[in-house]
């Protein structure tokens, strides 16, 4: 049997999309509900796929069928397309499997020509009517199929309207309008050297081709690149139907209507229509639609049937509808219904709403809201009301979402003490490093001009939870003159400045801000989340401050601590650097001593707020040079701090100076030469775990490669344990970080000698793909343009690649024990595709930042719930 | 049936040495051959390791075993161990699988008493020798058994002597003797707190155990882990054997002799011999030892029959033997004999020879030379004969074999000049980089006082065949001041200094060196090697010269063509730095034309060398910034070179700054970026193939993660070759380098883009390992030290993580394109066991540096040969 290309609406159902497009497949559906849909067929995506095969060309066989429907429409109608009495007209529109508004073609008004439209005239008695149809067809056809530029009608049109001397186009007369087709029709045939086609069969065939083809168009691709919508989605339909008309007149309208309120959420109406006009007016804004409301009064009857059908669709496909009606001379038509497109806050109280209502279950309410759009629920965002637009400066990354207001400031410390104060700052910074935390820590969020999506302000700002625009180099920072300057305008220190870490937006003064809402409909969506997801979502965090936080979020446990961030405390550096200056066993073991109290306190504090919830403590990962200083008076004063020359200083800085710091002397290979570093960080664990009751350590070896280095440090660990009498009094589990590719490669080897295995994904992207994060920002750009990666690999897992050797690790380590736990806690732990990806390989666990934890068990039980 | 422990010569043989130690399975396959061996048992290496498992405790079983035959041995000796009549004395070594001379313990004598003694002074009527005799086994079992330190005794000996006023032992009568020993009993009990043992059977016991607990001396375990001796041979076997005596006057002696010349390999029979002296004279060198021909004179008999029993052992084990022998009172006894010891030189002659002697094949003679021992015949070598170690000022890093005299230079550029001028120098610097290049191909060998094995100075030098001291810390390098001073000597510009990079040694003066011979037997036995060998041996080369070397030493192709090394020339640099700075498309173009001729040339240069054979070219592959100079004065004439501003060229320095550079902007990301400049190669080297006719070129892609990268630089290479008719005329092939891990882990993604896979060892052990080849110096040493890694994975394939990834790529590889051709091109390429695991793992190629290529080809033979 031959293909079948073409569907008439009543042969279409709403889960045949990816055939007939969504559009298309809701019209089919509606039809077959008895909704009043003006008739029409669909030209399927099928043909589209088969019209870029065929290099771009329509083939016969298609064309011989979608004639056959037009006839077989034209017989229900009784009238043909483009008929000189009396024309059938049709609209032309695109429709994919995923909508894509307005990045495709469409044409309205197919059917008309010179001939016609005189029919037209005579049969609506309407002849201004019937002229602005065809001056609008030209138009459309014109610039969407004969790609001649939209200003060169604008222009003509102007002409005649500034002849005459008006303003609106609805004050040009049936006669003003012919004239301005004819000028277009000239316009035509200068521009692209054809008449304008006088066919309307042609006319159908070249807009079927069009709309074809503008799904290849660059506006498209971006589209869907930006929305991350997946290759399988490919080829749109054209949907063909017949014209019904809103601007017949005063008892003519068109709108559109929403079941809820797709803001708020609130079960109520929702809309805005204008009578005696057309789509495209109402998108236009030169009138002032009006609420939909107030239908009511202008036509009970249309107003009355528009609600019953309303709520029938709500019902009959279980969501929030967004719908397109037309009320030509009276009659009610539904053009168009769709899921409506929602903010987050909507999508979770719909969703709660509708489970009360019994219209969806738990688990498809859970399904209903994206996780990633969980972000603008979770972090104080800048007031809708506030009019932003008038205050932006300039755009930098969006490195970390939330809103920011408060007094420019350049210096970590001074942001510390002012927040101290009860000052609200901005944290300033060209770039920011370890020593910055204390004023990253104070601040309302953090503005830097350099550096990308994972720069350190980027990270820790995320970490935090706290707003961040990053990489703004429109933004000159000089921390010296304490200056902030943006296209020629200079900020002060005590200046205020507003940041949207959301949008990347940089504006100038102090607008107002709404605070989140975690309970009520939020609490209970994440209640059922977590009934349903498999995975433990734990998170990454350093001080029991952040961890309150996570728990708040719903964290299971902490699932990264990472100790290194402890030493940066002003309390501790100075011990931190006598170890690392200290050229013998004996001043290491003396500076570590006087480190210990500090990290036993540090662990004691997070036991207590994790009150039994496991914490996995990464030991000390970074390159000791880290926490050296840089500058030359820094230096000085350090050296005259841990009492060494500035020479002898500067000497073990060049001796740790590394031209690959990411593969160099850090991780486990610092304890495997410095056992004496992982022997006082396990005696800080097992000394606050025996003071914590219910304290469970799992203690995690950063970086090993090769089984026998988590091996040594493993043993050192296991010595403490047994000199301190911890064993078989603290309940705790050793396990290795799997982020080299070698211990990947190797898990079987690992497996055997490790409690858990915990993904550190950032590394292992790392190494795996061979860039460094630092550094990538010079070509990553390049290569997610060029879809050498579909998305940023340090963002959402690379699948392919990376997640490839994740499968490869987990296979090896439960294939000699089964019931190994494995976790993940890059950055990735909080993405959802990762999540979703984490919960497909087996992994019992994701961790990821405080603020991240709701997106993660979102994820976690969509991706449960998807797998089902 | 219970396990057998012990065996007596006659029950054992050859090829038992997996049991009964290589020396004890010799002992048994002589004394079965009819050789006359003294009797005796072998205690095997199953009861070594029952030891071990007993807690290095001897077992009750095992005693009772050996004691049986102990008592066998008495009774066909008709003589009772220790007797004090007529006492059996035996003697106890060890002997291991394989051979390990000197580590571990051996006592001779055994069986002596205060009583004994007494009965064999009667006995043999010479009661000198029997006090002689008693005071050597004290000496021997006070210090090896009863751990008493050496020089205890040799006090008390001198003591004597001392107080007889004599020098020599031998000037000590049998009083003297018995007094000697009378001291040692009471140093021995006042040291040990014990009595020397008197029970004979006590004295074997302990003799056991010593020899079982000396495998597991430090020095033991030392000599196995620098001589890579795999962990399956674990374990020795004690031999016992009845004593026989060299030292009963001007009638008995003995010696060791060879029954070829170990040093040349002549077919003489060689060795040397001392009468009336037991095995440790002839060792300490006090009395100088006879040629073994005048033994003829001394005692024909015995002569005739140490000729005839080193042709009949020869021609049993069909290789040259090392044999002990001792003659006791004119009748001649064999103690050892096993395959002996030889130079490289000696082991290529000889496996030649005794294939036209019918003695072996072609496949064991190539089975007989190590591979690894070749790297001594390809370098001119100091001169045997020259006496270098009163020369050797001190020691640095044997990083690229060979000698090299010269004088002492410390800058690239008057190297070069002096070359030209024909002096030969040794260029002296601190540690080198790539603009020393010139003077590094100018100068006879290169001296470091920085840098590891694999610092550039190494890896180039090697490259070059040039003999490199790298890392030589006592070498104090001014350059300014052009000084090197080496313990306190001063030695300037012009001074003679001589290098051994084989040893690592250097040394004062112009010692004399030696050519090496390619031709004659070593071609013969290369012949036979490519005969059996599988895989293709390419080289890495850069310029014809290197070519033309790595062809005579047999490379069947270049593997691997380092482009940005043509980049560094003086006349091409200036292009170079000009394409980086330029801002815009067209800046670089204009750069890029300047390069295109020179590029074309390299080419062209390469394929006539190669004459047919294949050209793997690599695209430009390193960051950018190495072309840029570092210091401030560089900086200020580069700027005014290439005419930019010396602020412009600072901030193109700037932003090519990496934090980690060899995970950042290099390799194929520069051609994603600029394809510019992959075009420019590309038009550069199918020119050149256009204009030598037989061109092969197989063009290679650096460092791509992700097939889309490949096929981007592809598809440039494609369009290039389209654009200039290379398409049918020239014979081409485009692969990729599989050195990024994400490359090997989706190679079934690359293999049907891809002619050919190329792994790139060096870079791939980087990222799967984890740690940068620059930076590992800090910790790799305690890494190696601690057997975390077994060898340095930069020098010899990590089979087990590194490995697994290749094996995993070539399997994804091959699933998808069966006929992949396949190698690698990291320094590995050259390193014996890494080419047979090559061969193991199905690849086609190795190549490595071209003096390197008779190793690779040797190694591949020996792979081959060992796999039937």
Redesign the interface.
């Known amino acids: 049997m031959a293909e079948k290309y073409i569907y008439d609406f009543e042969e279409g159902k709403a889960d045949m999309k990816f055939i007939l497009g969504g559009k298309g497949a809701n019209l089919a559906e509606m039809t077959n509900m008895g909704v009043p849909v003006p008739p029409g067929f669909i030209v399927s995506i099928k043909a589209c796929n088969k019209f870029y095969e065929d290099g771009k060309k329509i083939s016969e066989e298609i064309i011989k069928e979608y004639t056959q429907h037009l006839e077989a429409l034209e017989k229900k109608m009784g009238k043909k397309l483009g008929d000189n009495d009396d024309p059938l007209l049709i609209s032309v529109r695109s429709g994919a499997a995923v909508s894509m508004p307005g990045m495709m073609d469409t044409v309205l008004n197919l059917g008309l020509t010179d001939k016609s439209v005189l029919g037209l005239a005579n049969k609506t008695g309407n002849e201004r009517f019937a002229w602005d149809a065809y001056r609008r067809f030209m138009q459309m056809f014109g610039n969407v199929i004969m790609e001649i530029k939209g200003h060169e009608f604008e222009k003509i049109l102007e002409g005649v309207k500034k002849a005459k001397g008006v303003e609106l186009d609805t004050e040009l007369d049936a006669a003003d309008l012919k004239n301005v087709v004819q000028k277009y029709e000239a316009m035509v045939k200068e521009k692209s050297g054809k008449e304008f086609p006088q066919d309307p069969r042609e006319q159908l065939r070249m807009g079927i081709e069009a709309v074809f083809r503008s799904w290849g168009n660059p506006r498209a691709d971006l589209y869907r690149k930006l929305n991350n919508i997946p290759k399988e989605i490919n080829g749109t339909a054209v949907n063909c139907q017949v014209m019904v008309f809103g601007n017949k007149g005063e008892t003519s309208g068109t709108g559109v209507c929403f079941s809820r309120d797709p803001s708020t959420g609130e079960n109520v109406f929702y809309g805005e229509y204008l009578m005696n006009a057309q789509g495209e007016d109402v998108v236009a804004g030169v009138r002032t639609p009006q609420k939909i409301a107030t239908l009511e009064e202008q036509n009970k009857e249309a107003y009355d049937q528009l609600v019953k059908i309303k709520d029938d669709l709500e019902k009959h496909y279980t969501d929030m509808q967004d719908m397109e009606f037309t009320i030509e001379e009276g009659k009610l038509y539904i053009l168009q219904t769709r899921n409506g497109k929602r903010t987050a806050h909507a999508a979770v109280r719909i969703a709660v709403e509708m489970v009360s209502e019994g219209l969806i279950d738990e688990k498809k309410a859970v399904l209903r809201v994206d996780p990633a759009s969980l972000d603008q629920l979770l972090h104080k965002q800048l007031d809708p009301k506030a009019k932003k637009t008038a205050n932006v400066l300039t755009k930098g990354l969006p490195a970390s979402p939330g809103a920011a207001v408060g007094k420019v400031c350049f210096d970590a410390q001074e942001a510390h003490e002012l927040n101290e104060k009860g000052e609200k700052v901005v944290l300033t910074r060209v770039e920011t490093s370890p020593e910055d935390l204390i004023g990253m820590n104070a601040a309302q969020g953090i503005l830097t001009s350099r550096g990308g999506m994972t720069s350190h302000a980027a990270v820790v700002a995320r970490g935090m939870g706290k707003c961040c625009v990053a990489g703004c180099h429109d933004a000159i920072i000089d921390e010296e003159a304490k200056t902030l300057t943006i296209s020629g305008k200079t900020f002060k220190e005590g200046d205020f400045i507003t940041l949207d870490g959301s949008s990347g937006e940089v504006m100038e003064g102090a607008l107002a801000t709404v605070d989140p809402e975690l309970s009520g409909n939020f609490g209970t969506l994440m209640e059922w989340a977590d009934k349903y997801k498999k995975l433990q979502v734990k998170t990454n965090a350093d001080t029991p401050h952040d961890a309150e936080v996570a728990v708040k979020f719903g964290a299971e446990g902490i699932g990264l601590c990472r100790t290194e961030h402890m030493f940066f405390e002003e309390s501790r550096i100075k011990a931190v650097r006598e170890m690392i200056v200290a050229k013998e066993l004996d001043g290491r073991k003396k500076a570590l001593d006087k480190l210990e109290p500090f990290q036993q306190e540090d662990f004691e504090g997070l036991f207590k707020v994790l009150d039994g919830k496991p914490v996995i403590i990464r030991l000390l990962d970074p390159p000791l040079h880290e926490f050296l200083p840089k500058e030359e008076e820094d230096i000085k004063n350090v050296a005259k701090e841990v009492g060494v020359t500035v020479e002898a200083l500067k000497e073990t800085i060049a001796s740790l100076h590394?031209?690959?710091?990411?593969?160099?002397?850090r991780g486990c290979?610092l304890g495997?030469?410095y056992p004496e570093i992982t022997e006082m960080q396990a005696r800080a664990i097992f000394k606050a775990a025996k003071n914590v009751s219910n304290a469970e350590p799992w203690i995690e070896v950063p970086?090993a490669?090769?089984v026998?280095?988590f091996k040594?440090i493993k043993d050192i660990i296991l010595k403490v344990a047994k000199e301190l009498g911890a064993e078989g009094k603290v309940n705790y589990k050793i396990g290795s970080m799997i982020?080299?590719?070698?211990a990947a490669?190797?898990a079987d080897?690992f497996a055997p000698e490790c409690d858990f295995f915990s993904f550190g994904t950032n590394?292992l992207t790392?190494?795996?793909?061979?860039?460094?994060r630092?550094?990538?920002g010079?070509?990553l750009g390049?290569?997610v343009d060029?879809?050498?990666?579909d998305r940023d690999p340090f963002q959402a897992i690379?699948q392919?690649?990376?997640g490839?050797?994740m499968e490869?690790a987990i296979k090896l380590g439960r294939s000699v024990k089964p019931e190994l736990h494995i976790g993940i806690c890059g950055e990735h732990g909080g993405e959802p595709s990762s999540v979703e990806f984490c919960h497909k390989i087996g992994l019992n666990e994701v961790s990821c930042s405080p603020f991240r934890v709701p997106i993660a068990r979102l994820a976690a039980a969509h991706a449960a719930l998807k797998q089902k």
């Open positions: 590394e031209f690959n710091p990411m593969l160099g002397f290979r495997v030469k970086l490669g090769n026998k280095e040594m982020e080299v590719p070698r490669l190797t080897e590394d790392q190494m795996t793909c061979g860039f460094s630092d550094d990538a010079s070509f390049k290569y060029s879809e050498i990666y690379d392919t690649g990376v490839k050797l490869h």
